[in-house]
């Protein structure tokens, strides 16, 4: 059945009839001059994005992810799973340009021209669903610049908001990622326009191609082709809109009530503990089940609205089919399929693919030639989508090559299918809400009342809704777990976004559904299949770039009412075009340019070495050949990145404790590595036990560790009962407990394996970021160097003192011009006391750890070698790298520090630091914060300093509040008195 094309409103072009089904030509750009402004403008936004992301990309390598792709890029590895070969391929060839300088910097590059092309995609998106909302017919010359100007502002309000910008600067999938989503969205917009012509085909088999090439960089762009389906059906096979509308009532009402008895099912759940992996699934089976019961009964009561050509239903149906060949069907179940026939024989699998996609040809051709034109495009959409996801050949190719990074070691079909499945991060079922047993998320189970206390309050609104805030309202801070601060962009982009989405389904409710879907896909519906439980170790708003770029949209279509309700207003006034120029003008300034100002500064990264830096400073902690333990990504990655791809320090093996649970990595550990200078790390675990390798029962017990006379020599060690024993003990207790059972898990086993087969012979480093239980009961013998602990066959008499003085004091208080490839002392800390450089927490929190190597330092000074001068040294030392004006130093610190001041006769310091931490305290006895038990706690502290500085009265005022706490304390009551008689001997003399 073929539609009648809508008639072209008047003049106003309030209403279209029917947008979605207009002829191509009354959408395409109505002149020349026309095409001209749209051009120019969408050029002017491209070069302000570009330039943005250029002067505050990040120099080099950054913490988290970027150091595992840079390395990964770098020598074509095997990183994280699923991988993303198309990125690292991409990333290959900008590290074979010679410009610019940084190999890190080169990698960093790729997001900075993906981010602004994504920018630039959507300001071009815009100019065409403005055009399309407003009735697709030739503008004045005033309706085409409010038109490019609404799309610039929403375009570049995407391009400075928090969430995307920190992603564009620095080494990412989702920088690539959004850039290939937006890609999708313009062309389906293209096709939408021109989908009566005889070669619109081509614009949908690029899609195709966009889809399969995004599962190669992160599926989340994969996403994007339910919007393209859900358009294909809205403009070719929907011709009776009302009928649509009425359907769509019924979807909407059908969407309601499952979110109801969702949140009926989730309200019953109120257990305080965590369920078992059987009850957890048994709730998943419930849930569906109950869901598909409910949906079965609307959908027979409404049999009539539901089951029609122009329902809304078929629409959602087909998108749903078109997102279930992409993924899991491309993207999981035919490699699944690939193994199910051939095995792991890659061969026979090769040879079955071609032959599966000669058979999707035959079906193309025969579609043809039978006139079904359709099934014709979607067969060779199947198939174009097919080969762009034959990116990922390159995993088992490059696993094949054992690189230093070859996570899950995927060489074979089901080595692939269990990386694809990621599998290694486990399963978890994805209706019951809370399930994690783990230690770190047992507050799950006390905090929240049930399962939709849960879902609402952190998975939706802390995990989503506070990042949509974050981005369009304002960010309170870079703390973890920050919320939401007006002051920042006073909710203006976020009040034209709402204003743009009510705008959208005002005038072209289709269309705007397809955003909606979109919208609701890449924000809510991520949030709820990731099932995050609670704490995170970081912020996830970077998942939802593709959420953010439809609000954006949304944001330049509200402008774009708001131009033409002035418009509207002022027709005909001669004030008209100041009016609208100076609405125009303050659309600008309050949207992009509030949140350009706004983010700048601490989105500047462009001096910011601190990452590279500190991988490099706890590389050279360790001597030659050492193997370094690590914690997880951020002492990790920059380190693989240093290594792998600027040859520092290839001879240390650093050995990631998060990785070392799983028997890939502990086999590749024990195998010839990739490179010259390094060695592999000795074990005495048979290949066999490392493939079947598990936590097992434990008791704690002591283990003997012998030392070698030639050892004992070289450490000098002068303990009597190392000597006559020839062997030191330790006490390595459980790590977990599983029920009634006590249990180590399988990194320590493996470190127990590496202390005991080493033998002394290299150098073992636990880094200090390492947790005290990852070091199996070795904290007596740790001795501290900068920023690892080297295990040593003698024992501190006072763990304080257990360091190498002349190491770590070479190490911090000389700073090197440059760095060097091999061991050499020294650290850097470039940047940090640079008051221009934004530092996040996520810094600051990692800085803490050169600040507790500096006192440690002045420490060893004051205490064992009585050097005071020497102590005040390196305190100064550390105030000129890491300034207190820059970094804040948290109130613990301050306390020792003014502490360590006051003992080395430096009064001057004790009172400027004091100054600095008593108004923190007293905030914190306001508060009714500290702990009374600890050592640090505010009323010891402000005591301490008010008996320092001989103030009395302060001194019962503070005494008097504990006593109001803790009535008839005689200790207290006590020492009330003494003040007291002190305060009177001073008044009376």
């Not at 302000?48 to 913490?63: A, C, E, G, K």
């Not at 905030?923 to 010891?940: C, F, Q, T, V």
Request: glycine share 6%.
């Amino acid at each position: 059945m073929k539609a009648q094309e809508p008639t072209v409103p008047s003049a106003d072009r309030s209403y279209p009839a029917d947008p979605v089904r207009r002829p191509a030509a009354s959408l395409s750009p109505g002149n020349v001059h026309e095409k001209l402004i749209i051009r120019i403008t969408g050029a002017v936004v491209f070069l302000i994005s570009l330039v943005q992301y250029v002067l505050t990309v990040q120099p080099s390598v950054s913490f988290w992810d970027p150091g595992e792709l840079s390395a990964a890029a770098r020598l074509l590895q095997v990183p994280h799973p699923p991988g993303g070969p198309l990125f690292l391929l991409v990333g290959r060839i900008f590290y074979m340009l010679p410009f610019p300088g940084d190999l890190g910097l080169r990698m960093n590059m790729v997001s900075v021209l993906a981010s602004a092309c994504s920018v630039l995609l959507l300001y071009l998106i815009a100019v065409r669903v403005i055009r399309a909302m407003r009735g697709g017919a030739p503008q004045s010359a005033m309706e085409t610049y409010g038109t490019v100007l609404s799309a610039a502002v929403g375009a570049l309000a995407f391009s400075f908001s928090d969430t995307f910008w920190f992603s564009g600067v620095e080494a990412n999938y989702f920088a690539a990622s959004t850039f290939l989503f937006a890609a999708i969205v313009w062309l389906t917009m293209i096709w939408h326009d021109n989908a009566d012509r005889p070669d619109q085909a081509k614009y949908l088999l690029v899609i195709a191609l966009l889809v399969g090439l995004s599962a190669g960089v992160h599926l989340m762009s994969v996403l994007g082709v339910v919007g393209a389906v859900m358009v294909v059906v809205l403009r070719k096979f929907i011709d009776r809109p009302e009928e649509s509308r009425l359907s769509g009532y019924v979807l909407l009402g059908h969407a309601v009530l499952l979110l109801i008895i969702a949140a009926v099912l989730w309200a019953g759940q109120t257990s305080s503990k965590p369920p078992g992996p059987e009850e957890a699934h048994a709730f998943d089976r419930k849930f569906i089940i109950t869901m598909v019961i409910a949906s079965a009964i609307v959908m027979l009561m409404f049999r009539k609205r539901v089951f029609h050509r122009n329902s809304l239903y078929l629409v959602f149906a087909l998108a749903g089919i078109g997102l279930f060949v992409a993924y899991p069907g491309i993207i999981k179940l035919l490699p699944a399929l690939l193994l199910l026939v051939a095995g792991d024989n890659i061969g026979i699998g090769t040879v079955l693919l071609v032959a599966l996609l000669l058979a999707g040809g035959f079906g193309a051709w025969w579609a043809a030639k039978h006139k079904q034109p359709w099934l014709h495009i979607a067969l060779l959409a199947v198939i174009i989508a097919t080969i762009g996801f034959t990116t990922y050949t390159m995993i088992i190719i490059r696993a094949h090559a054992d690189p230093p990074m070859n996570e899950n070691k995927p060489r074979t079909f089901s080595g692939l299918l269990t990386y694809l499945n990621r599998e290694q991060y486990g399963d978890f079922p994805i209706f019951k809400r809370r399930w994690s047993a783990e230690p770190q998320h047992q507050s799950t189970w006390t905090a929240y009342s049930s399962d939709l206390d849960f879902t609402w309050r952190y998975q939706i609104d802390h995990m989503f809704n506070r990042y949509l805030f974050w981005n369009f309202i304002g960010r309170a801070s870079t703390v973890q777990d920050t919320g939401v601060d007006w002051k920042q962009l006073f909710g203006i982009p976020f009040l034209f976004g709402l204003a743009g989405l009510w705008a959208h389904f005002r005038r072209d409710w289709r269309m705007a559904t397809v955003f909606a879907v979109l919208f609701i896909f890449m924000g809510y519906l991520i949030a709820f299949y990731q099932n995050q439980q609670e704490s995170q170790p970081r912020e996830r708003d970077y998942f939802y770039p593709g959420a953010f770029f439809v609000f954006s949209l949304w944001i330049a279509l509200g402008v774009r009412e708001s131009l033409g309700f002035i418009a509207r207003r002022l027709a005909g006034h001669r004030l008209a075009p100041a009016a609208f120029w100076g609405a125009a003008l303050l659309a600008v300034l309050l949207i992009p340019g509030r949140m350009a100002s706004t983010n700048y500064f601490s989105h500047d990264r462009s001096r910011n070495w601190i990452p590279w830096d500190y991988a490099y400073n706890l590389l050279q902690t360790c001597d030659q050949d050492a193997i370094l333990f690590t914690n997880g990504d951020n002492d990790t990655f920059p380190l693989w990145y240093l290594q792998d791809v600027e040859g520092v320090r290839r001879d240390v093996r650093v050995v990631c404790l998060s990785l070392a649970n799983t028997p890939w990595y502990i086999q590749q550990l024990k195998d010839k590595p990739y490179f010259a200078e390094a060695r592999a790390v000795p074990m005495s675990l048979s290949n066999a036990r490392i493939q079947n390798i598990e936590p097992i029962p434990w008791q704690p017990r002591d283990i003997d560790l012998p030392v070698p006379p030639e050892v004992r020599e070289q450490f000098a060690v002068t303990d009597t009962a190392v000597i006559n024993n020839g062997k030191i003990t330790f006490r390595m207790n459980n790590t977990f407990q599983a029920g009634q059972t006590t249990a180590i898990r399988v990194q320590d086993i493996l470190v127990l394996d590496v202390v005991l087969t080493n033998q002394w012979k290299r150098p073992l480093y636990f880094a200090v970021t390492c947790s005290p239980d990852s070091k199996i009961g070795l904290d007596d013998y740790l001795w501290f160097q900068g920023m690892a602990l080297r295990l040593e066959p003698r024992k501190a008499l006072q763990a304080e003192n257990a360091m190498d003085p002349a190491t770590v004091e070479a190490n911090l208080m000389h700073e090197p011009a440059g760095f060097s490839r091999t061991p050499q002392t020294g650290f850097k800390f470039r940047g940090i006391a640079d008051s221009t450089l934004f530092l996040d927490d996520n810094i600051q929190r990692l800085l803490l750890n050169y600040r507790f190597a500096f006192m440690r330092l002045a420490l060893y000074h004051a205490n064992m070698a009585g050097d005071q001068a020497k102590s005040l040294q390196v305190l100064d030392r550390m105030e000129q790298v890491i300034p207190r004006s820059h970094v804040p130093m948290s109130w613990e610190m301050l306390s020792d520090l003014a502490t360590s001041y006051r003992r080395l006769g430096r009064e001057d310091r004790f009172n400027e630091i004091t100054a600095e931490l008593e108004p923190i305290c007293r905030a914190m006895i306001e508060r009714g914060e500290g702990n009374l038990s600890s050592y640090y706690n505010p009323y010891r502290i402000l005591l301490d300093i008010y008996h320092q500085r001989n103030d009395h009265a302060n001194q019962l005022d503070i005494l008097n509040r504990l006593l109001a706490r803790f009535p008839g304390d005689p200790s207290l009551t006590k020492r009330i008195g003494e003040v007291r008689a002190r305060m009177d001997s001073t008044q009376h003399p």
